[in-house]
């Protein structure tokens, strides 16, 4: 996402002053102030740790971080690009159905069907357990079947869950790329994927990429479950096992950096590249229509991603409630929904407004510094959520230290203790999602309309008001509900930073799924994926009307 | 001029009307919530807590309709000791309860606990199980143990944990995670009793006889031997007690699948390990705090460790209730328990340098 829009800002005054551009680097320094913390916590003593670390575990953390990264990454594009393509272009039955659909897996948090492909994979498992009835196999020793917990197995259900952010992104500029580029193609009868469809939706799946894997590196219940030692696991091994959190902070800075200079190369590459003309849709190009095996192809390759990241998982926690009580079960979660729904619903809107300022402030006033400093903000996303929360608190401890010592009571607490600290929390680590659906959603509008609308006389605050804004009110929609969505299924912040008695769907799911009672965890956990398909469904009706 | 001068008005003014509409809406749930965060009140207690809900509620609820004390709980596991520094003495919490000496002990390295001087806690607890400093007490103890698959191994196959090193184990042994709190425990219990080099040896050993890659947790283990994968395990003992006597019926299968190998009877005893708390340095509570620490030594609270988690009391005039003897008698290895926690930086050294 930061790569994406980085790009276009290469000219323009270095830095402009006024309330906007003022206002904005206030916000993005309260979102980097955590981060900074955790810095200035990384430049502490670890007492010689970090040799112990380079020599035994840190080369092996790296190369599984970057196994995984490889793995889900390449596995996420083509599970996206290539279900985009297929509803964008062809015409099979069941298109209009599988393009909604096809969102449906963003619902489920990661560690949710990582506890489920577990129970439905391992030995016990019913697909084992068929396999031995129907072979007459008796013991582990007597056939080979892949283990689910290993790095192939975290590939697989992080990617089946995260292609999501991929396929929205790609589906979008393949719907955006001119109609006349493509019958180029069809004239000169050549690919329109490989020519056209592809090298012009890039810049959108880089985005959408850049958001997997940011979430595959802060990613700790998955690999955690599944006993991959990435860097993320790796921070708390050193961090709980040696009582040192300086160690830790500097094995998640290690992380960060990783993932900012994979962004740079990226940025690097691109950085001579334009692409313009995105308004115009490709109205007039109808839909190819296949051969039945073409159209059999068609929904083998959107059925495939589905069965992975929704079908089976949604099953297998259906199948574990059933066999359970479940009037019982629904009363202590009631509660909790309702507490879900309302941190989720606050800290959309927060984000929301936040982010609007930022962009504002970045598009039409500030210069290339505060362009800069909505891109460092918007970095929270790549640090691992517990950590990040360790920053939080360090910064929150500040801050109120110095509320406490202007109004002279030392318990009197800004931040700490209630939600405040929670929201910052989560304002740092899904400020890119907010940023990145209002920066796509103002690159949409043409570099004049501002200027136009203030050529005709009209002031910034009213051109904004009457010309961008109702222009933005989709992106906006957009941002809250993916902020929505993950704040839904947020997992170690929360656990952590939450106020007392504090419950959330996610954290109810954890304490069961922990200790493996996985019967009183599915009825959480599928509140979680119903909560996340409402968000999922409204926004696939606004990616109808974008495109 | 004039225009330009209207454009920045509107434009500060607009500003001004986000931001103050963000900082309604901040404030708005700041309020809302931060109220729990400041009050001391007398009949209130703020703990956090390591152990789960389900575990911890029964204590919560007895200690409640004895003292008429209210309680409010943050349940979590990784970063509270953190969230307590960082709160410092702005801090809510009046107690801290947690499982395992080695998280105990990162809340007494950040000074975050204080000192209790208590005849009661003294009575009821031994002095190996309580901090020499008097800042953090035990209120119940758990056997780390060996089990076997009583279907292919000899009830008298294996006697000390040294032996799960021995080559003719290959292949059969199963346990979690090295770095996991309660095998980095272990490992330092080993580095005590034999020295780090033989401690180093053995974990290889371990390593090296594994069935499969470190995985699952405690109840996993007896999954792979009830399933055939594993022969030999690692297990806290309650586990099995709670396997064997929860509403599951495949895990009472699992856990009819496994004998329990109290391990070193013939020398330092079986590895305990504490679940156990201390009272906050800022508690505002405090009075309440050190009431809830007898409490949990107390006849009532001793017996229903036993009851909830199948875990042996501290209070030595506390009788372990009937399942847990059942378990059988076993010589607890008398290691101060702060010893545990001074080793466990090399003892996950040693299983970041042996893999497991």
Same mark, same amino acid.
């Given at each position: 996402m930061v790569a994406t829009f980085l790009s276009?800002?290469?000219?323009?005054?270095?830095l402009q002053v006024d309330g906007w551009s003022a206002s904005a680097v206030l916000v993005c320094c309260l979102i980097l102030g955590p981060i900074a913390a955790l810095v200035v916590t990384a430049f502490g003593d670890s007492g010689g740790l970090w040799s112990h670390l380079v020599s035994t575990v840190l080369p092996r953390y790296v190369t599984n971080t970057l196994l995984l990264m490889a793995g889900v990454g390449v596995l996420a594009i083509c599970f996206g690009v290539s279900t985009a393509w297929v509803v964008t272009r062809y015409e099979f039955p069941g298109r209009p159905l599988f393009e909604w659909m096809l969102l449906l897996p963003a619902a489920i948090p990661a560690y949710i069907i990582a506890y489920t492909y577990t129970d439905f994979l391992e030995y016990a498992g019913p697909v084992q357990s068929m396999l031995r009835d129907m072979f007459g196999w008796r013991r582990p020793a007597d056939y080979w079947f892949p283990e689910i917990r290993s790095l192939g197995g975290a590939m697989l259900v992080m990617a089946s869950v995260l292609y999501p952010y991929i396929y929205m992104v790609t589906r979008i500029a393949f719907r955006l790329t001119p109609a006349s580029l493509f019958e180029i193609a069809i004239v000169h009868n050549k690919s329109q994927f490989w020519l056209v469809g592809l090298p012009l939706a890039r810049p959108a799946i880089i985005a959408g990429l850049a958001l997997v894997l940011m979430e595959v590196v802060s990613d700790f219940g998955t690999v955690e479950y599944f006993a991959v030692e990435t860097i993320t696991l790796g921070i708390f091994n050193v961090w709980l $096992?040696?009582?040192n959190i300086v160690a830790a902070a500097q094995i998640s800075l290690f992380g960060f950096v990783l993932i900012l200079s994979l962004l740079g190369l990226e940025i690097y590459a691109r950085s001579r590249q334009r692409y313009s003309g995105g308004t115009r849709k490709h109205t007039g190009l109808p839909n190819i229509v296949l051969s039945t095996r073409g159209q059999i192809a068609c929904i083998a390759v959107c059925m495939l991603p589905l069965l992975t990241g929704f079908v089976i998982p949604v099953g297998v926690l259906l199948k574990l409630l059933m066999s359970g009580p479940v009037g019982t079960q629904f009363e202590p979660v009631y509660g909790t929904i309702l507490a879900s729904l309302g941190l989720a619903a606050s800290a959309a809107v927060i984000i929301v407004l936040l982010s609007s300022l930022i962009v504002i402030a970045a598009t039409y006033r500030g210069g290339v510094f505060v362009r800069q400093l909505a891109v460092a903000a918007s970095? $929270?996303?790549?640090?691992p959520g517990t950590m990040l929360s360790i920053g939080v608190l360090i910064f929150a401890g500040m801050i109120d230290r110095s509320w406490s010592g202007l109004i002279g009571d030392q318990r009197a607490t800004l931040l700490l203790g209630g939600a405040g600290v929670l929201m910052t929390a989560y304002i740092v680590r899904f400020q890119a999602v907010g940023y990145g659906a209002m920066m796509s959603g103002i690159r949409r509008l043409p570099d004049n309309m501002m200027n136009a609308s203030r050529v005709l006389g009209q002031g910034f605050g009213a051109s904004l008001k009457r010309v961008v804004m109702p222009l933005l009110g989709s992106s906006m929609l957009a941002g809250g509900l993916l902020v929505f969505v993950d704040v839904m299924k947020e997992l170690p912040i929360t656990l952590l930073l939450r106020p007392f008695d504090f419950e959330t769907l996610a954290t109810y799911t954890y304490q069961y799924a922990k200790d493996e009672m996985l019967e009183e965890a599915a009825l959480p956990a599928l509140m979680v994926v119903i909560a996340g398909l409402i968000p999922v469904i409204l926004m696939n009706r606004m990616l109808r009307r974008a495109g | 001029m004039t225009k330009v001068k209207s454009i920045n008005r509107t434009a500060r003014m607009t500003v001004k009307l986000l931001l103050r509409r963000v900082a309604t809406s901040v404030i708005s749930m700041l309020v809302g919530l931060t109220g729990i965060a400041t009050s001391a009140n007398a009949a209130e207690l703020n703990i956090y807590s390591h152990r789960q809900q389900f575990l911890l509620q029964p204590f919560l609820d007895a200690f409640t309709a004895e003292t008429g004390i209210t309680t409010n709980v943050v349940y979590a596991s990784k970063g509270l000791a953190q969230r307590l520094k960082a709160e410092g003495e702005a801090s809510p919490a009046d107690v801290i309860l947690t499982v395992d000496i080695a998280r105990l002990s990162e809340y007494s390295d950040l000074d975050l606990l204080s000192p209790v001087d208590s005849a009661v806690l003294n009575a009821a607890i031994p002095s190996e199980l309580r901090a020499s400093d008097n800042r953090w007490f035990a209120f119940s103890t758990r056997a780390r143990l060996v089990v076997t698959s009583k279907e292919r191994?000899?009830?008298?196959?294996?006697?000390?944990?040294?032996?799960?090193?021995?080559?003719?184990w290959e292949g059969r042994v199963c346990t979690r995670k090295g770095s996991h709190v309660y095998n980095r425990s272990l490992l330092a219990s080993i580095i005590a009793a034999n020295g780090k080099d033989a401690a180093e040896a053995w974990a290889d050993g371990l390593v090296a006889n594994m069935a499969r890659r470190a995985q699952g947790n405690d109840r996993a283990q007896a999954k792979g031997i009830f399933e055939g994968q594993c022969d030999v395990a690692i297990m806290n003992h309650y586990y099995y007690g709670k396997m064997l006597h929860g509403d599951k019926e495949d895990h009472r299968a699992w856990a009819n699948s496994i004998r329990l190998v109290f391990t070193n009877q013939g020398g330092r005893g079986n590895h305990i390990n504490i679940s156990g708390g201390g009272v906050a340095?800022?508690?505002?509570n405090r009075e309440n705090a050190v009431a809830f620490l007898e409490f949990l030594t107390g006849s009532l609270a001793q017996q229903l460790y036993g009851e909830v988690n199948f875990e042996y009391p501290v209070n030595r005039s506390v009788a372990p209730g009937g399942v847990l003897q059942s378990f059988g008698e076993f010589k607890p290895?008398?290691?101060?328990?702060e010893r545990l926690a001074e080793l466990a930086p090399q003892a996950q050294m040693i299983i970041d340098r042996a893999g497991w």
């Open positions: 276009r800002w290469s000219n323009g005054p270095a $096992g040696m009582n970095t $929270g996303y790549a640090i | 191994v000899a009830a008298d196959a294996i006697s000390n944990i040294e032996e799960l090193a021995d080559p003719q340095k800022y508690s505002p290895d008398t290691l101060p328990i």
